[in-house]
């Protein structure tokens, strides 16, 4: 029995312009003939992700924002969120500040940002909505995270020597954009680690299969995790290197690929 497939989304559920495939929602209509429960597991926040969970029509509770937060999309309610506390958020505004880093804060439904340039207008189109713009000093608020976005090598390897403390820092590629990088900021508590137990104590994975799509690095405690983990053709070579089948790439049918060959006929994955 398989208690749950995951589907990362940039670089794997979706095209590398941001597009949603036909093949991959024929896919995605193979698991559901078979009432395989369908999770999104992503770094995205909830607000980028609700177009796709409308048009996949998915019914299962989500992960996003790296493990800060399980959405349910029936209830369209938050069932667990581990946010950044007050002090957090302060030091991550300052060391990027003295970085001159650019910073998105991201609260449960909008995001914010201190000014405007070519990175937010790259965010923007990626989650299909606009952040809200005003001085950080001004915000009293929880954040489910950070999101550091850079555009060159240098920016980023200044990115991986901030002084986070306690922080988690999860770095990922923008597929659609040449040495674009996300580097999402999180509470410790907030790991996808967490988030698997969560769903596993969910959907009793402890006793059935679970299969894991992914692309980058960050995917990897879930491959860890997961009985069955499927790397795209365009993955990263350490995710490849950790999974049990390589498919093809995001942009080349690579999920319909997968579960045309996972899921042949009426035959089940058995784990390995």
Not at 235 to 255: M, P, R
Request: aromatic letters at 8%.
């Amino acid at each position: 029995m398989i208690g749950a497939v995951f589907f990362d989304i940039d670089g794997t559920l979706v095209t590398s312009d941001g597009k949603l495939l036909p093949s991959t929602k024929k896919a995605i209509n193979i698991l559901k003939e078979k009432s395989i429960p369908i999770c999104l597991a992503s770094g995205r926040a909830t607000l980028g992700a609700l177009w796709l969970i409308e048009e996949l029509e998915i019914e299962h509770p989500c992960m996003f924002h790296s493990g800060a937060e399980i959405y349910d999309p029936i209830k369209k309610t938050t069932l667990v969120s581990a946010p950044l506390t007050k002090d957090e958020t302060i030091t991550l505004i300052k060391e990027c500040r003295a970085n001159n880093l650019y910073l998105e804060l991201y609260s449960e439904n909008s995001y914010y940002v201190e000014s405007q340039n070519n990175l937010t207008e790259i965010h923007t189109e990626l989650l299909g909505a606009p952040p809200r713009i005003c001085s950080f000093d001004t915000l009293d608020k929880d954040f489910v995270k950070g999101v550091i976005v850079t555009d060159s090598p240098n920016k980023l390897e200044k990115v991986k020597n901030l002084n986070l403390k306690n922080l988690k820092l999860g770095i990922a590629p923008g597929s659609k954009f040449e040495n674009i990088h996300f580097s999402n900021v999180t509470n410790q508590a907030a790991s996808r680690e967490n988030a698997f137990n969560w769903f596993s104590n969910y959907f009793n994975l402890h006793n059935q299969d679970s299969i894991i799509f992914g692309d980058a690095t960050s995917d990897i405690p879930f491959m860890k995790l997961c009985s069955f983990s499927v790397a795209m053709g365009n993955a990263e070579n350490s995710v490849k290197e950790l999974a049990s089948f390589i498919t093809h790439s995001n942009d080349e049918d690579g999920i319909y690929h997968a579960i045309s060959v996972l899921f042949p006929g009426d035959e089940v994955l058995s784990s390995r």
